[in-house]
């Protein structure tokens, strides 16, 4: 798979969530493709704080990548893919806490319907409850913009850990290896739940962080420049839609994300149990996690999948 030959590239930060993909950076995309088409959106950056990124904090920063499940874009879905990602500009390391969408919220209900009630901001001032952080910018896309936007960087390679075969649900049937994938591919792998007997939307939202940290692994294979990425601010602005976001943040939070090493971002889900209904209750053992999260924006130590990663079902 080859990214397209790049006129013009674009700095999009974004998380690509399950729903996104469906459910990914956050992460930043740098997007190589043709102009952008007249009123083209990929996703929304909303500033959800007082604070501003300068491009040298001096503390760990905190943003929501969000998918949301929304099939018309630009609305207010359900916030389905939730990735909380803490980085650490001193070491450039980081860890995206992964938040299953029936997880019970700190306010009472599912946390995934904070987004199409409240927008950004009504669902940051849950997860900054629940985890005891500050979460300063959000990200969120929808089905078809989150399609279109990884078919415009002309996909990603992704190296899938199994079988995925959940065709009649998400779409998706592949088989594990490295591989590229095009927008409606990945969306899919972000969605597929059905395969898991065990960890169902656990291992989902894994599996979109996974496609997250593969968008950013990709983009950086192609070493953009600070030039490159200050020719195409404007282009930039033409592809996201922001809330309380200068041109200049936007520049600061791309090259940000694309200093970091995907390898040095933990992908973790955070542990659940049982919960009112069908709601997942936030596990005891998370508040050690999160303290040590909002420590320094890294978790040292945390289950990729609290239970054990789960081999898709046979058959």
């Known amino acids: 798979m080859k990214l397209r030959t790049p006129v013009v590239r674009l700095i999009a930060i974004i998380s690509l969530s ?23 959106a990929f996703l929304r950056v909303e500033r959800v704080s007082s604070s501003q990124f300068t491009g040298a904090p001096n503390r760990p920063f905190f943003f ?5 499940d929304s099939r018309e874009p630009g609305a207010n879905g359900l916030g389905d893919s939730i990735h909380v ?7 450039k390391q980081g860890t995206m806490l992964n938040v299953p969408r029936d997880t019970e919220a700190p306010d009472g209900g599912k946390i995934n319907s904070y987004h199409s009630q409240g927008g950004l901001p009504g669902f940051v001032d849950q997860l900054n409850k629940m985890m005891g952080i500050h979460i300063d910018y959000a990200i969120t896309t929808d089905f078809p913009r989150f399609i279109n936007m990884v078919n415009a960087i002309g996909g990603i390679a992704i190296n899938l850990p199994y079988d995925l075969t959940d065709g009649d649900y ?16 990945a969306l899919a792998i972000a969605r597929d739940r059905h395969d898991f007997e065990r960890q169902g939307d656990r291992q989902r939202t894994w599996n979109a962080g996974l496609v997250i940290l593969s968008a950013l692994a990709t983009l950086r294979s192609h070493q953009p420049s600070a030039e490159d990425t200050v020719q195409l601010i404007a282009t930039l602005i033409s592809g996201v839609t922001t809330d309380n976001v200068s041109p200049q943040e936007l520049f600061h939070l791309g090259r940000l994300a694309l200093s970091i090493d995907p390898a040095n971002i933990s992908n973790c889900t955070i542990p659940t149990g049982g919960g009112a209904g069908t ?8 508040a050690a996690l ?3 999260f909002a420590d320094d924006g890294v978790a040292a130590f945390c289950d990729p999948v609290p239970g054990g990663l789960d081999l898709p079902s046979p058959g």
Do not use: Y
């Open 290 to 292: 999160f303290a040590d």
């Open 64 to 68: 929501l990548a969000l998918g949301n």
């Open 279 to 286: 709601n997942l209750g936030v596990a005891p053992e998370a």
């Open 18 to 40: 399950g729903l996104l993909m469906a459910s990914v950076v956050s992460a930043a995309w740098l997007a190589w493709g043709p102009t952008l088409p007249a009123g083209a």
């Open 85 to 91: 990602i803490g980085i650490n500009p001193a070491t």
């Open 170 to 185: 998400s779409g998706s049937d592949f088989r594990p290896g490295q591989q590229g994938v095009d927008g409606d591919q």
